[in-house]
């Protein structure tokens, strides 16, 4: 037989030893958990990691987080607002939906012997600490990968685990500031302006989300786990696409264009008689589909007009005209003589409008649970949809330390009286 297949059969043993993240028979079954049996322990805070953690436990991952004692997740003081006149702040129930609070007192032997007790029966560690943090309380990858070699350590950072800006503490709208997001935010001609939530954070939880799936399938076929790094200012460079690309290759700095695009015309937001709406044309067959239901036929063959090249080079004529037809007539007008049109458009909503949206609705997006100290709450529910899985709302943003003994107990064994023994002193709350 040759070497090379030697090496084959060798590889297909060992993935047929490796356990799969679900069993054949689960695959098939109609309604079943994307990540079922997977099992997340969540060192994170803020908004990054728990909305990457959030995500993973949409799909079905059972994920444990580990709070200070006391005080837990920053984001649970991040208010006003707090729901129902409740010390829970709505900042963090809007990204922690599906998880298990445990709270573990890092800075103690014992906190960290539990910490490596959870690595070893878990699949992903998710954390986002300041680079050196935990290496210096021996919770580094380089301490857990010796004692859980298929775990996925998925670290996330302000600026990564190198470079002058390391040790920095990592923010949004800092990331934002420094990778040049705000510098292209705003009006033409008017200062940077910040982006209305952290879409910097968002990006970043996003990839580090794929970035743990991939690294599951990959470990389905080693049976070895490893470091994920992901960094608030890499993901926000990298979400420059165009613009990036624009100075890269061209040498083009960017400006700001308030709602308009640079590159194509028209394609940005128009006051209405009774607010705004955006309006775009990708195309010169939609700009002149836009021309016959504005009664504006002509401009859609007009030589300054007739292509997108054209429409850029005399932007402020056109925008001019447009502007002077749009302003006479409501938004909701507008939007029923669009109707059917092949040019995309909308209202500029406001967050009250957004919740009433009869689209928004009739997808049934909200979700409502229940929650023990504060009552019925609503969530945004997961906007992915899968037609052999689940991903969904399962369970309220849990109470600090509400799921200690349960975890104590049914992951790791522990028995009431050594509990109560490590509440004692002050171990765990």
């Not at 297949?5 to 356990?19: E, Q, T, W, Y």
């Not at 436990?57 to 837990?72: F, H, L, Q, T």
């Not at 943003?397 to 049914?410: A, I, W, Y």
Request: proline residues 5%; contains cysteine.
């Amino acid at each position: 037989m040759s070497t090379y297949s030697n090496c084959f059969i060798k590889k297909l043993k060992l993935i047929r030893k490796v356990p799969t993240i679900m069993s054949f028979r689960r695959c098939n079954s109609r309604s079943v958990d994307v990540l079922n049996d997977i099992k997340i322990l969540d060192m994170t805070r803020i908004i990054a990691g728990p909305f990457c953690t959030m995500i993973l436990s949409d799909m079905g991952a059972e994920v444990i987080k580990v709070e200070k004692p006391g005080s837990g997740d920053e984001a649970r003081k991040w208010g006003p607002p707090f729901i129902n006149n409740s010390t829970e702040s709505s900042y963090f129930v809007s990204v922690n939906r599906n998880k298990k609070s445990v709270c573990i007192n890092l800075k103690s032997e014992e906190g960290r012997q539990l910490i490596y007790e959870l690595a070893k029966v878990s699949d992903v560690l998710v954390e986002n600490y300041v680079p050196g943090t935990l290496e210096r309380m021996k919770l580094g990858y380089d301490h857990l990968k010796k004692i859980a070699p298929r775990l996925i350590y998925c670290s996330i950072t302000g600026y990564g685990s190198e470079g002058p800006y390391m040790k920095n503490p990592g923010y949004d709208v800092i990331a934002a500031s420094v990778g040049g997001l705000l510098n292209i935010t705003g009006p033409q001609n008017g200062e940077p302006v910040k982006v209305g939530v952290a879409v910097t954070d968002l990006a970043t939880g996003l990839y580090a989300h794929g970035a743990i799936l991939a690294a599951l399938i990959q470990r389905s076929q080693t049976g070895i786990g490893q470091k994920i790094e992901c960094n608030l200012l890499s993901t926000q460079v990298a979400s420059l696409i165009n613009i990036g690309s624009n100075y890269l290759n061209n040498g083009k700095e960017a400006q700001r264009w308030g709602s308009a695009h640079e590159s194509l015309v028209p394609y940005q937001m128009f006051e209405t008689t009774d607010g705004y709406m955006t309006i775009g044309c990708g195309s010169d067959s939609q700009f002149k589909d836009f021309c016959e239901k504005i009664g504006r036929p002509d401009l859609g063959y007009d030589e300054k007009y007739h292509t997108n090249a054209l429409r850029v080079e005399n932007r402020i004529e056109l925008i001019g005209i447009i502007e002077g037809i749009i302003c006479q007539k409501t938004s909701k007008e507008w939007m029923e003589l669009f109707e059917n049109s092949s040019f995309p458009r909308g209202p500029v909503n406001k967050i009250g409008d957004v919740f009433a949206d009869p689209h928004i609705t009739a997808v049934g997006l909200v979700k409502t649970v229940e929650h023990s100290k504060i009552g019925k709450i609503k969530l945004v529910g997961p906007p992915v949809k899968y037609s052999r899985g689940v991903n969904e709302v399962r369970s309220p943003p849990p109470l600090l330390g509400e799921h200690t003994d349960e975890v104590l107990k049914r992951v790791l064994g522990y028995s009431d009286f050594k509990i109560e023994e490590f509440k004692k002193r002050g171990i765990v709350q």
